[in-house]
């Protein structure tokens, strides 16, 4: 019924940006927040950031200052821009939809992830 999209990943040098897109389809109504997470090999996911429909945000502290996650509710699609890329950064970055109102009810969906590697 929804499906997210991901687009924007790839390989980056230290220092440059990345701008990460990801547009969900379907019949929907709203969307109470759409998250970012990432997992690196060999560790858990984590969440990077946050957008509510208030327009709040949360970042974590490892993003902050780096990382700006905004949202056009017109196009039903969330984005991360990244600069100031580190090797640190290199994962794979997961979009998440949380309460998402369809007339089928509420739930949240995750996209398929897309790579980002930070390396020389």
């Known amino acids: 019924q929804v499906q997210l999209v991901e687009s924007g990943g790839g390989l980056v040098q230290p220092g440059g940006s990345l701008r990460l897109s990801c547009a969900a389809s379907g019949s929907i109504f709203s969307v109470h927040a759409m998250d970012w997470y990432r997992q690196a090999p060999g560790k858990e996911r984590e969440l990077v950031a946050v957008?509510?429909?208030?327009?709040?945000?949360y970042y974590a502290d490892s993003v902050k200052g780096r990382f700006t996650i905004s949202r056009d509710d017109a196009k039903n699609t969330v984005y991360l821009q990244m600069n100031s890329l580190k090797p640190e950064d290199t994962a794979v970055y997961y979009c998440r939809f949380e309460g998402v109102v369809t007339s089928r009810g509420v739930n949240d969906y995750w996209g398929q992830g897309t790579q980002v590697t930070v390396s020389s």
């Open positions: 957008i509510t429909t208030g327009r709040s945000t």
